[in-house]
């Protein structure tokens, strides 16, 4: 496969791994000059059902665009094999950094579950679900940025009919009690196998181990989740909390969305909360666990990683990590095996019991029965007694409304709980419990489910991406009203989305909002000035203006008064990008000196020129000052003429 061409387009450079149904390489992409990773399929047309997985992979990925996710460009098939064509990370999976760093501090486990939290809950907005969390599917580049991969296994929200009958797709370690049931995987499955993630992060451990895939699955289903502070000392009783409220056996119990968690997880390390209260939720009635055992269904092992417990060597590195390539390695794949593991699992728990005596059944039936007869006596008499009351109806009341009639009805008002509505105004009633009509005894509570308005979604940033997968995920979210405005602009590549009207983050209710996205036509183009004869400052300002980058300055001897331009490199009138052309101004220095070869005959002459100069000079001086002498003497004569006069 090396330097083979897919599509004529994608060269195949390097192997870097083979899954369970793929090869994926590294790849290079001609038109594009970039890496990728080019993740093979070799399905036989006639097999419907491969057909069908892979379809449903193609179009789960290609709906989501999240930084924490890695990004499928490109869907290829040639014959019997099928591409994914991915965005390629270089860096290390997860279970590589964990391998490395044993000890990682609780600040970088926060950082890093936070990621795979807020691109978990992209995908469940999306209505997909990963189903096969773990350290393997997260990527990482060397700045800790975290993306998700490998939604080979996730599937739409209501989609059932592509699960293989009896067989739970995901790593059993990882695995929710709910699908170990054989239940439909929901987000709150993807919640649990970052819950048991993050416990492996703060521990090094695998809470659940076991000698089969069985075994693993029903201490999920029955067991507890180890104390981690067993494993590790100082956890945050709020970071612990996380953990605890993640992995909770009861789904309804566990958060409520991904955003939900990753929101906890932005305040996870604030002072005030390092000393929380330890989260318990509420304790599931051991029935419920034993109907969980009864319904768990038959796992396929042969596509599980076996887990090696880590051990910690002197230099603090993972000893004996399971090998990526482990399944290459095994029999797995032996289909004798295979079926003597079916039938082990198939009677599992069915092992032989003394059976009771058909005397004690008959004694058994018989108190159940005067059981069930004594207490319906009693729980008539106690409902439908003279305390009784009917539960009024209150549905479509405002809420105070409804908690003025509860009260005159002899009741009281229980929990109150807010949930979105399309259909039903923000603080009205949608249902109660008990429902309207139905026998309760007085002063019994009513519980209420009041609207808290329509659903609203967070605004996500559309600027960067092609106006083709912004108007999808648009029209995903639930906008009906998308308009594009076409721009000029010199920052994005011609298609590619330039801002958007609507400010990401914003809560919003998409069908009611119109979005509006300027979407680039290509560069900015302007006419070149004409900057001859300018003078060099204003030249310089009017350059900068349009917004030239690369502009050289030469000066010339010319005609033309100094500073002023003589020439440009690019001509005035022509329709240009000022940001991607190099512009040339040259700017006179003035007029050019005249030059005289007789230099030496030159200063001869110049020496003769200052000799006479100071001659004249001097002989000037002299005169000036006998008449000066002839005036004073004059003056002196006069003076005593007077001197004379004035005696006599």
């Known amino acids: 496969m090396i330097d083979k061409m897919i599509c004529n387009r994608y060269k195949i450079i390097d192997h870097l791994g083979t899954g369970g149904m793929a090869t994926v390489w590294l790849g290079y992409d001609t038109i594009l000059d970039r890496n990728v990773a080019i993740k093979t399929f070799k399905i036989d047309a006639n097999d419907e059902d491969a057909v069908k997985r892979f379809n449903r992979e193609a179009k789960a990925v290609t709906s989501l665009s999240h930084p924490n996710i890695v990004s499928i460009y490109d869907v290829e098939n040639e014959g019997d094999f099928y591409y994914l064509i991915l965005e390629y990370v270089e860096g290390m999976t997860l279970k590589d950094y964990m391998m490395k760093n044993p000890k990682m501090p609780i600040e970088t486990i926060v950082h890093i579950s936070k990621q795979i939290a807020d691109g978990l809950c992209h995908a469940h907005q999306n209505g997909i679900i990963h189903r096969d969390i773990k350290p393997q599917n997260i990527l990482m580049n060397e700045n800790l940025t975290c993306k998700i991969t490998d939604f080979g296994i996730a599937r739409a929200y ?3 009919t592509l699960t293989q009958t009896n067989q739970m797709l995901g790593t059993v370690y990882y695995l929710s009690p709910e699908q170990a049931r054989g239940n439909v995987a929901t987000a709150q499955s993807d919640i649990y196998s970052l819950g048991i993630l993050i416990f492996e992060m703060i521990t090094g451990q695998i809470p659940f181990k076991g000698e089969s895939a069985v075994a693993i699955a029903l201490k999920h289903l029955q067991e507890e989740l180890p104390d981690i502070d067993k494993f590790r000392e100082n956890v945050p009783q709020s970071v612990k909390n996380i953990v605890l409220k993640a992995t909770m056996k009861n789904p309804n119990e566990r958060y409520i969305s991904s955003k939900e968690l990753a929101e906890d997880l932005e305040t996870v390390l604030n002072p005030e909360r ?54 290459n390695n095994n029999n797995y794949n032996n289909n004798n095996n295979g079926k003597n593991q079916k039938n082990s699992y198939s009677n599992l728990g069915n092992k032989e019991k003394k059976q009771p005596s058909k005397v004690k059944h008959v004694i058994l039936a018989l108190l159940a029965i005067i059981f069930i007869v004594v207490g319906a006596f009693f729980a008539y008499n106690y409902i439908v007694g003279a305390d009784s009351v009917s539960a009024p109806e209150v ?3 405002t809420l105070e409304e409804a908690k003025v009639t509860i009260v005159k009805a002899g009741l009281e008002v229980g929990d109150v709980t807010e949930v979105a509505s399309d259909d039903v105004k923000e603080n009205t009633v949608i249902d109660s419990d008990p429902k309207a009509g139905k026998k309760v005894r007085k002063g019994s509570k009513v519980d209420l489910r009041v609207s808290s308005g329509k659903k609203t979604v967070d605004m996500p940033n559309y600027v960067g991406l092609d106006e083709d997968t912004a108007k999808r995920n648009a029209s995903k979210l639930g906008f009906k009203n998308v308009t594009v405005e076409k721009v000029e602009s010199n920052n994005y590549d011609s298609g590619k989305v330039v801002a958007q009207n609507i400010s990401a983050g914003s809560e919003i209710v998409p069908k009611e909002k119109e979005l509006i996205l300027q979407v680039s036509s290509g560069k900015k183009k302007v006419t070149m000035p004409n900057l001859v004869n300018q003078s060099s400052q204003v030249a310089q300002s009017t350059i900068a203006s349009y917004g030239f980058r690369n502009v050289t300055y030469k000066e010339e001897y010319s005609d033309k008064e100094a500073g002023t331009v003589i020439s440009q490199s690019i001509r005035s009138g022509a329709s240009i990008v000022p940001g991607e052309e190099s512009l040339e101004i040259v700017i006179s220095k003035g007029k050019k000196p005249s030059t005289n070869t007789n230099t030496n005959s030159n200063d001869k002459d110049d020496s003769s020129n200052n000799k006479n100069t100071n001659n004249s000079t001097s002989d000037k001086n002299n005169t000036t000052n006998n008449n000066s002498n002839n005036n004073n003497n004059s003056s002196n004569s006069n003076n005593n003429s007077n001197n004379k006069n004035n005696k006599d």
Do not use: V
């Open 158 to 160: 209501g989609d059932t």
């Open 274 to 327: 390092l000393y929380e209260n330890k989260y318990t939720g509420f304790k599931i009635p051991e029935e419920n666990a034993n109907a969980a055992y009864n319904q768990t269904q038959y796992i396929d092992t042969r596509n599980i990683e076996p887990y090696y417990e880590p051990n910690y060597s002197e230099t603090g590195q993972y000893n004996n990590y399971p090998d990526e390539n482990y399944r």
């Open 395 to 397: 549905r479509n009341k």
